[in-house]
């Protein structure tokens, strides 16, 4: 568990490790120079499950994450969000299903999508075998990075385990992916983890158009692997990769509210109505008679209404949740 400035949710999500039904792993809890309270937390616990790494300065996911699991010699590990929370049946269903068949190198699980406060707005439903995984990946993500457990020899059949270029946004979705294209993958169908959403992360403070496209990215270096073996990144050829993004960003530099409209629907999906208002007024005041930009602050009042009512009433906290889905 990679951990930078997560002292509002660390405690909520190392508990949730802690109380897993499956007892056999250890905890590695990694602190890349967090400036909070983050370390002190870490370092509280006493837990003989429980191993601590510090580095002094803030290094990045994907620098230490490479670094560290270097070092694992157990046949399983997992790579988990220092913000979020596991079902306390999360580890033991998914053992149950990588030492069942020896075959799947990869085990996800469905997930519940949560804001700050726990509350639950969206259950995110994935395919539990290989072949849906495999055949849906390059439209949109079949595996969510943060839910999976991996077989520790694929360590070395992807080095580095996260590529560099993806070093500020969603690494492990690129990870999965390579995964998928090469070796069998299953998800537990039931969400037994609990994706928080904080808009101060990393992949909702700069919404940029490179991010917006790089899941477009992925599925586009997906096809190569899928046509000759190996994609642009793996052969050195980053100019190639530079190119294709910036040739799906002309459009936004002919039109700047362009980009601040789809990060407006991107916050909006996450349920981030703050920055989805910003992002939403930002397009409006560049083409104020745009019928698009019209549309999404419309789109905007309608969707704030039901999202909070929602929250007030309806979304159930994650524990709670959890708490009526243990079998």
């Not at 370390?39 to 300065?57: K, L």
């Not at 399983?76 to 969000?81: A, E, L, V």
């Not at 586009?220 to 530079?242: A, I, K, P, Y």
């Given at each position: 568990?990679?951990?930078?400035n997560a002292a509002p949710y660390l405690r909520e999500a190392v508990d949730s490790l802690l109380a897993q039904t499956f007892t056999d792993f250890e905890l590695w809890l990694i602190d890349d120079g967090s400036t909070d309270a983050s370390r002190a937390i870490m370092q509280s616990y006493t837990d003989?499950?429980?191993?601590?790494?510090?580095?002094?300065?803030?290094?990045?996911?994907?620098?230490?994450?490479?670094?560290?699991?270097?070092?694992?010699?157990?046949?399983?590990?997992?790579?988990?969000?220092?913000?979020?929370?596991?079902?306390?049946?999360?580890?033991?269903?998914?053992?149950?299903?990588?030492?069942?068949?020896?075959?799947?190198?990869?085990?996800?699980?469905?997930?519940?999508?949560?804001?700050?406060?726990?509350?639950?707005?969206?259950?995110?439903?994935?395919?539990?075998?290989?072949?849906?995984?495999?055949?849906?990946?390059?439209?949109?993500?079949?595996?969510h990075g943060p839910t999976t457990i991996i077989r520790r020899e694929l360590r070395n059949a992807f080095t580095p385990l996260y590529r560099d270029y993806f070093?500020?946004?969603?690494?492990?979705?690129?990870?999965?992916?390579?995964?998928?294209?090469?070796?069998?993958?299953?998800?537990?169908?039931?969400?037994?983890?609990?994706?928080?959403?904080?808009?101060?992360?990393?992949?909702?403070?700069?919404?940029?158009?490179?991010?917006?496209?790089?899941?477009?990215?992925?599925?586009?270096?997906?096809?190569?692997?899928?046509?000759?073996?190996?994609?642009?990144?793996?052969?050195?050829?980053?100019?190639?990769?530079?190119?294709?993004?910036?040739?799906?960003?002309?459009?936004?530099?002919?039109?700047?509210?362009?980009?601040?409209?789809?990060?407006?629907?991107?916050?909006?999906?996450?349920?981030?109505?703050?920055?989805?208002?910003?992002?939403?007024?930002?397009?409006?005041?560049?083409?104020?008679?745009?019928?698009?930009?019209?549309?999404?602050?419309?789109?905007?009042?309608?969707?704030?209404?039901?999202?909070?009512?929602?929250?007030?009433?309806?979304?159930?906290?994650?524990?709670?949740?959890?708490?009526?889905?243990?079998?």
């Amino acid at each position: 568990m990679p951990v930078y400035n997560a002292a509002p949710y660390l405690r909520e999500a190392v508990d949730s490790l802690l109380a897993q039904t499956f007892t056999d792993f250890e905890l590695w809890l990694i602190d890349d120079g967090s400036t909070d309270a983050s370390r002190a937390i870490m370092q509280s616990y006493t837990d003989a499950r429980i191993r601590f790494f510090g580095f002094d300065h803030n290094r990045g996911r994907v620098a230490v994450v490479n670094e560290v699991v270097a070092q694992v010699t157990a046949p399983f590990f997992s790579i988990t969000d220092a913000d979020d929370a596991s079902h306390p049946q999360r580890l033991q269903k998914q053992m149950e299903v990588l030492l069942k068949d020896e075959s799947v190198m990869l085990c996800g699980t469905a997930y519940v999508a949560m804001n700050t406060a726990g509350k639950i707005f969206r259950n995110v439903k994935l395919p539990q075998r290989h072949e849906l995984i495999y055949e849906q990946m390059p439209q949109h993500a079949q595996v969510h990075g943060p839910t999976t457990i991996i077989r520790r020899e694929l360590r070395n059949a992807f080095t580095p385990l996260y590529r560099d270029y993806f070093k500020d946004h969603i690494a492990d979705a690129d990870l999965a992916s390579r995964i998928v294209d090469r070796y069998r993958a299953a998800n537990v169908p039931e969400a037994l983890y609990a994706y928080r959403i904080v808009s101060t992360s990393n992949s909702r403070k700069n919404v940029s158009i490179r991010f917006l496209h790089l899941y477009k990215l992925i599925a586009f270096l997906s096809d190569q692997r899928r046509l000759t073996g190996s994609d642009s990144l793996e052969q050195n050829r980053v100019e190639e990769v530079d190119a294709y993004l910036n040739k799906i960003a002309e459009p936004y530099f002919r039109d700047a509210s362009v980009h601040h409209r789809h990060a407006a629907f991107y916050h909006l999906y996450w349920h981030s109505l703050a920055k989805a208002w910003c992002s939403g007024w930002q397009a409006w005041q560049l083409k104020p008679y745009h019928p698009k930009n019209n549309f999404l602050l419309f789109y905007l009042v309608t969707k704030s209404v039901v999202y909070l009512f929602n929250e007030r009433w309806v979304d159930p906290h994650y524990t709670t949740y959890f708490k009526n889905t243990t079998h």
